[in-house]
């Protein structure tokens, strides 16, 4: 996959938003991978901030819907992953300080 079509899904992504923290998905570090196939399948390899994440549904139907955005992609594939564990490290900068963490 080409780095430009790469920071355009990584760009949708910064529109999901987690209703209970209200940052973005991709600020927060929950998306670990991307990747687009030739047949317009993009699959997302992500975590939830916990595994009894109540918002978890929410967040992959506003990821489908974000990059179904993108006209290079005719469907999506969220897989949650709980390995590497998430946590705070993983934050970026703005939403450690947006989150009041250090």
């Keep these: 996959m080409e780095e430009a079509m790469k920071d355009s899904i990584i760009g949708a992504l910064e529109n999901v938003i987690d209703p209970e923290l209200g940052i973005d998905i991709v600020n927060l570090g ?35 819907t974000a990059l179904a955005e993108l006209p290079e992609i005719k469907e999506t594939e969220v897989n949650i992953v709980w390995n590497p564990p998430w946590g705070k490290d993983k934050m970026s900068r703005y939403a450690k300080i947006a989150l009041g963490v250090s």
Excluded: F, R
């Design 30 to 64: 929950l998306v670990y991978n991307v990747d687009l196939d030739d047949e317009g399948l993009c699959t997302v390899e992500m975590t939830l901030t916990s595994m009894g994440c109540p918002m978890g549904p929410q967040i992959i139907d506003q990821v489908k």
